[in-house]
């Protein structure tokens, strides 16, 4: 008879790195067990995504053979897919039903309150200051490109947060507790090491509490430990997030991207002159964040693309992979699934999309320049149903779209309304970028409906 441990066993062989402790408690091992279905999800994706999936976000038991086991970390290894692990609410401590009030309570507001607090002491970062400190092991040259050798130590990615504290409060749950209880063989760390965490962009706009992630940062960039836990901090700049704006004449902020919630925010605050010196400091930080980032000489990270094939065909040099219009490439362009070759005709900020093939082209160009050839990309930018899709016909070079919010404001034409908590770890980032594993967990809907109304920072400050 097969019991629940043995599927616990199997799946910890699968994925090589089965969670021991999620978030916030210790994790019941149960929470990662193995699956091999790729069942289709209620919001219409295709469950796994593309990718070798191990756990079920139930919590429930999974009547997985040995066999198929195998042969998903088989199949998955093949393809040098990531492999999918599902962890469960009660493992992660998250609240049985009726219970999200009093988890709100003690998770969500004490941690609000005290980015409140920081808010109001009005000591805000030099942002251009703050660069070195976000690549503390490479270069950065501000509002361009980063180069970063980041060792082989557990890097976690984050995608586009989208104004979602929730999201990005249980993402720094899981990742540090994960990093911290495993053992070292195993891709632990050690007490005293923070964990690495390297955001896509797109901080701002759409959900409720940009404020809180846009004070988290800045605090945590400034060496603010909250609970106890430090973070190594990496970040590129998200078309949103270049979209914020001041208007000196008119003395408020707009954005040119829609949709777009946090100038609004900024406007209407009670204690207009303190959120006004405070998104001040937010649109200096965006202009100083990069666009791009190669890693280790692996691995490519951007919010959008790479440069559209017509500009790509005009690339000689370093100088022209950084370009203004190449700039904008990585903020703004898209990559299609389903064409070798894209749009024709760059349209800047709206349309730089391109295939697979000019994808291809456009990496040999960047290996020839520098001398190393990626073998993996990671980038946000396109939101998708399950928060994240690895790009199969990219096979040159490897592609992950990730996103981490959830709540989809776009409408029923974008997916369901909720989405999973989402972020991948490179559990080798220097030696093998393709050892991915992507965590995913779904939340109670009356957890993120009460998150999502609680008010902002923004609103809770007074002159």
């Known amino acids: 008879m097969q019991t629940k441990k043995d599927t616990t066993d199997r799946a910890d062989r699968t994925t090589g790195h089965a969670t021991d402790r999620a978030a916030g408690r210790a994790a019941d091992p149960r929470a990662a067990r193995s699956r091999s279905d790729g069942a289709d999800r209620s919001d219409g994706s295709d469950g796994a995504d593309g990718a070798g999936r191990a756990g079920g976000a139930d919590g429930t038991s999974a009547a997985t053979s040995t066999s198929a086991a195998t042969s998903t970390s088989a199949s998955a290894a093949a393809a040098r897919a990531p492999v999918v692990i599902d962890l469960s609410g009660a493992a992660l401590g998250l609240p049985a039903p009726g219970g999200e009030r009093e988890w709100v309570a003690q998770n969500f507001l004490p941690l609000q309150r005290e980015l409140g607090s920081w808010l109001r002491a009005g000591v805000f970062p030099d942002c251009a200051a703050q660069m070195p400190r976000l690549f503390p092991q490479g270069r950065v040259d501000a509002g361009k490109t980063a180069v970063c050798d980041t060792g082989d130590a557990p890097l976690w990615f984050i995608g586009d947060l989208h104004g979602d504290f929730l999201a990005l409060l249980l993402a720094l749950n899981l990742a540090h507790t994960y990093d911290h209880s495993l053992p070292a063989e195993r891709g632990g760390l050690a007490a005293s090491v923070p964990s690495n965490l390297f955001f896509l962009g797109d901080f701002i706009d759409e959900g409720p509490h940009a404020a809180e992630i846009m004070a988290w940062l800045f605090a945590s960039c400034m060496g603010r430990a909250f609970g106890g836990r430090r973070f190594s901090i990496m970040a590129l700049l998200g ?184 972020l991948a770890r490179l559990n080798r980032p220097q030696s093998d970028p393709l050892d991915i594993h992507v965590f995913q967990f779904d939340l109670p809907s009356a957890l993120i409906e009460h998150c999502h109304h609680l008010p902002s920072i923004l609103e809770n400050i007074a002159p």
């Open 239 to 422: 078309n949103h997030d270049e979209g914020l704006a001041y208007d000196e004449g008119l003395r408020g902020f707009w954005s040119y991207v829609s949709p777009a919630n946090f100038f609004t925010q900024l406007n209407t605050s009670p204690d207009y002159a303190l959120a006004s010196a405070f998104g001040r400091a937010v649109c200096a930080f965006f202009r100083n964040l990069p666009r791009m980032a190669l890693l280790n000489n692996n691995t490519l990270a951007v919010h959008g693309g790479v440069p559209h094939a017509e500009l790509t065909a005009t690339i000689r040099n370093a100088a022209d992979l950084e370009s203004a219009d190449a700039l904008t490439d990585y903020t703004w362009g898209r990559l299609l699934e389903d064409r070798p070759d894209g749009i024709p005709g760059r349209r800047a900020k709206t349309g730089a999309a391109i295939g697979w093939r000019e994808f291809d082209r456009f990496i040999e160009v960047f290996a020839r320049i520098k001398g190393a050839k990626p073998r993996l990309l990671l980038r946000g930018h396109d939101h998708k149903p399950r928060n994240f899709k690895w790009l199969e016909r990219y096979e040159n070079c490897r592609v992950l779209t990730l996103n981490n919010f959830t709540v989809n404001e776009r409408g029923p034409k974008a997916g369901g309304r909720y989405r999973p908590v989402t």
